[in-house]
């Protein structure tokens, strides 16, 4: 089955930018999905992209695709002190429905 | 607020018994998807229903059972609970059958003792 990895610890200071990988091994893969979860919250959904495209921006996040290498990242520009939270990548396998999980990248946003 | 809504928020049971976990999907949305969120399994997609029929099973224990029902929430059963059932329970909700968009409620903790 689809299996994506991620790092699971990043750390940057307020202002700098964020940069969260993720890889997966699926190349039939559909959408691919970038969710934030906050201590005793649920998980909100942040951008996704689909596969055909290779980059999508949306106000201080940046989501780029390179499916040769099948990497996935978020960019987190200007990162404040509210974007600590736990960020986890999805993948959609082609023609399914079920979203698979990587393990979460913690960020710490220092001052 | 995703408009998906779970009840309750925390759950605390005596091994061997049974509970019921209750999902309302935001307004419109017909597809619901269970999802499990525990320390060594991390996150793992468990049943989709769609329009009250089983669409899609991931790895979901035969102690375990869902439905949907015509008002489109859906209930999680956990029945004969092991002390490794502990977890967060995510409920999702999508517009269609594939929706691309999958909006998660807040979650209830399980804590079996």
């Known amino acids: 089955g689809e299996d994506v990895e991620q790092s699971l610890f990043l750390s940057v200071r307020e202002g700098d930018s964020s940069v969260i990988n993720c890889t997966y091994t699926?190349?039939?893969?559909?959408?691919l999905y970038w969710y934030k979860q906050e201590p005793g919250a649920g998980l909100q959904l942040l951008t996704y992209?689909?596969?055909?495209?290779d980059m999508k921006q949306d106000q201080r996040l940046t989501v780029l695709l390179n499916k040769k290498d099948k990497h996935l990242s978020l960019r987190i520009a200007d990162t404040q002190t509210g974007d600590s939270a736990i960020y986890f990548c999805?993948?959609?396998?082609?023609?399914?429905?079920?979203?698979?999980f990587g393990t979460g990248t913690q960020l710490k946003v220092e001052l | 607020d995703s408009g998906v809504t779970q009840t309750p928020k925390h759950l605390i049971t005596a091994t061997g018994q049974r509970v019921t976990l209750r999902c309302s999907p935001r307004?419109?949305?017909?597809?619901v998807y269970w999802y499990q969120q525990s320390l060594d399994q991390g996150l793992q997609f468990l049943i989709q229903y769609y329009n009250g029929e089983e669409r899609a099973k991931g790895n979901i224990l035969e102690r375990f059972s869902a439905q949907q029902f015509p008002d489109l929430h859906s209930e999680l059963n956990l029945s004969s609970l092991e002390l490794g059932d502990s977890a967060l329970y995510f409920c999702?909700?999508?517009?269609?059958?594939?929706?691309?968009?999958?909006?998660f409620g807040p979650g209830t903790r399980l804590t079996v003792t």
């Open positions: 307004s419109g949305d017909l597809s």
């Open positions: 699926d190349s039939s893969s559909t959408y």
């Open positions: 999805a993948v959609r396998e082609g023609g399914g429905n079920k979203l698979t």
């Open positions: 999702a909700s999508s517009r269609g059958a594939q929706g691309a968009e999958q909006y």
């Open positions: 992209i689909f596969s055909n495209m």
